[in-house]
């Protein structure tokens, strides 16, 4: 209920008697799909979304937690480079930088 309600811009609600305009969320889309035995919500197009969830699917528990971590990992660097505002170069750069410099040479 916390996710739905930063996603969509709602507020939580214990009972309808107090509801109003503002406590309503935005979202263009919303349905429920089957996968397997669960029953998962997917809500689209929310204006100022600021909560999400990816969903992961795979063969085994293994490929799953190596997608978890894949994805963790890629988070953090994603967060790291925003906090951080800079890159440092890594993964081949040095090659790239390497083979420009000499096709210039």
Sequence with gaps: MER?????????????????????????????????????????????????????KGPADYTIAIIKDAIRDGLRAVRNVYEDEGVIPGAGAFEIGCYNYLMDF
């Design 4 to 56: 739905l309600s930063l996603a969509c811009g709602g507020h939580a609600l214990n009972s309808l008697e107090d509801l109003c305009e503002e406590d309503l969320g935005y979202a263009d889309k919303v349905w429920e799909e089957e996968l397997g035995d669960d029953h998962y919500t997917f809500i689209v197009g929310c204006r100022n979304p600021r909560s999400c969830s990816i969903l992961i």
